[in-house]
Every structure is written in structure tokens, then in C-alpha cells.
């Protein structure tokens, strides 16, 4: 299985950190060049590797890192995106309106036809997220939800590979409403910073 994140800002970069700190290779890129990317790519770990955007899109599991809305410009950049699954971790800040009155990944889903489209990681602060996951004697919550079984499956193995504990929430429109955020009002387990213990 392959990882990219796309999108380097605080939220790409935390991820990043979780990957290098498990040693799990990772592309990552965004709309700046890759050389821009690679000082704070290199600094972060080995395992972390800027690509230009197009060659990032090879990698099986994509995590979206972007600003909200920009990520129609990653949805232009392949033709067709079956075979791939999308991880929205990204906050939807615009009115209900422009969301066609979808849940924000249901609306993002459109744009990635083909995709699986799994919602996650979006609901801690980017500080939380590069965190160490493993605290006080149990593993930090990540929720996910989509609305295909198998990609919510193979995402919550990553996120128990990165130390994470996945927390399964549903449909997105079931559980999945409440991580999602729509304008001003943030979805009831946004910034809720959970930890599981282990059994």
C-alpha cells in the first residue's frame, strides 16, 4: 500500500510527522514545487518525500490536506480516480448552500469520480495530530466514516499503523455528520481530543 498527502501546510506536515515517525513512506505534495517542499520534507524524516503532484497521485491511499475548495484543482489533475481512496481531512468553511446541503466529504466525493472516498484525521488541531498518538497509557481517537466498508477498513489499519485508535462512525451522512463542518458550525466531535485505552 502506498501513502501520499497532499497539501503541505500544518495539517500535511502533522500527518507527515506520524508517518516518519512509524518509518512508513510517504509522498507528499502540493501546489508549490517539490524543491520547495523538500528542506521541511527532509527535516521532518527519511520517509517523507516531496514529489510534483502528479507522481504523488500514483500512491494507492491519498490524504487531502488542502484548503477546503481547492480540492477541485487536485480532482482536475487525474482523469479518473478508481482504484484510489481518499482521505478527507480537510474542514469545510462555507455556507451549507455551496454543499448542495451534502455532508462536506459527500460534496467532495463528486469531484473524485471513482473514488472511496473516507473522512478522517480532520477532527484534531494539526499541534494534536503530529503529536505522539500514544499517550497516558492508551492511543489517541481518529473517526472515520465513509460510505464503503472496505476503505473505511483499510483506513483504520493505517491509522492503527500510525498508533492511532480508529473509532468507525458510519455512513457519512449517519455518524459521519458529526465530524463534519459546515460554515460556522463545527460537527459535535470536532476538536474533541479523545484517548483509548487499551483492553
Known sequence: MSYAIIGFGKVGQALARAFARKNIEVAVA????PEALEPQARAIGPTVVA??????LEADTIILAVPFGKHREVAKALPNW???????AMNALVPLEELDGLPSSAFVAKAFAGAKLVKGFNHLVAATLAADPVVEGGHRVVFLSSDDEDATA??????????????KLGKLDEGG???HARDRIWGQLIFQD??????
Open 177 to 179: 455528520a458529526l465530524v
Open 82 to 88: 478508481k482504484g484510489k481512496t481518499i482521505v478527507d
Open 51 to 56: 514529489k510534483p503532484l502528479r507522481d504523488a
Open 154 to 167: 483499510s483506513v483504520a489499519a493505517l491509522a492503527k499503523q500510525l498508533g492511532f485508535a480508529p473509532v
Open 30 to 33: 502540493s501546489r508549490r514545487a
Open 194 to 199: 479523545l484517548f483509548k485505552k487499551e483492553p
